[in-house]
């Protein structure tokens, strides 16, 4: 499989993931664990600089839902662009902490890995310097923390989508 083929079975993966997510947050936020999501947030950082300012409570809600599937779908693009075919093999250390790639259990905790990872490149990284939200170590509320389990339930189900498609195809 190319690296395009697995940028894109990886888009795909991050598309339904994103779903799973949205899901996940409705459910916090109807039990008032969380208040605004990160492209609330964003699109409320964009209105200080113009463009959606003035816009109807509809096409906000659009932007948001467009900006928060977009970075899901690049996102798992990205995953799956990391995703190697496994190639030369490595020594007997690499390939015993390399998992079995056919167990869905070991790609689900991969693709949690990598949902948190990208939480920390955003919520740790450029959310807060983008002034879109303050950084985690600043906030004083464990609510600080659900971004980090959200972004890897992301993360699980991206890896259990992402495997199920390419085990298919091999």
Not at 130 to 145: C, E, G, M, N, Y
Request: glycine share 12%; no cysteine.
């Amino acid at each position: 499989m190319s690296v395009m083929e697995r940028a894109m079975t990886g888009a795909f993966g991050g598309l339904l993931a994103t779903f799973v997510l949205s899901g996940l947050r409705k459910a916090l936020k109807g039990m008032g664990l969380v208040y605004t999501t990160a492209p609330e947030q964003v699109v409320r950082r964009l209105e200080d600089f113009g463009p959606p300012k003035g816009w109807s409570p509809r096409a906000r809600r659009a932007l948001m839902v467009a900006a928060h599937f977009a970075y899901g779908t690049g996102a798992g693009a990205a995953f799956g662009a990391l995703r190697t075919e496994g190639g030369e093999p490595d020594s007997e250390e690499v390939e015993e902490h390399r998992g079995d790639r056919e167990d869905a259990l070991t790609e689900a905790a991969v693709g949690a890995t990598l949902g948190v990872l990208s939480w920390g490149a955003g919520w740790a990284g450029w959310l807060p310097i983008a002034s879109v939200h303050p950084a985690p170590w600043t906030q004083k509320t464990p609510r600080a923390l659900l971004p980090v389990l959200d972004h890897a339930v992301y993360g699980a189900a991206w890896g259990l989508i992402y495997w199920m498609f390419t085990r298919r195809r091999a």
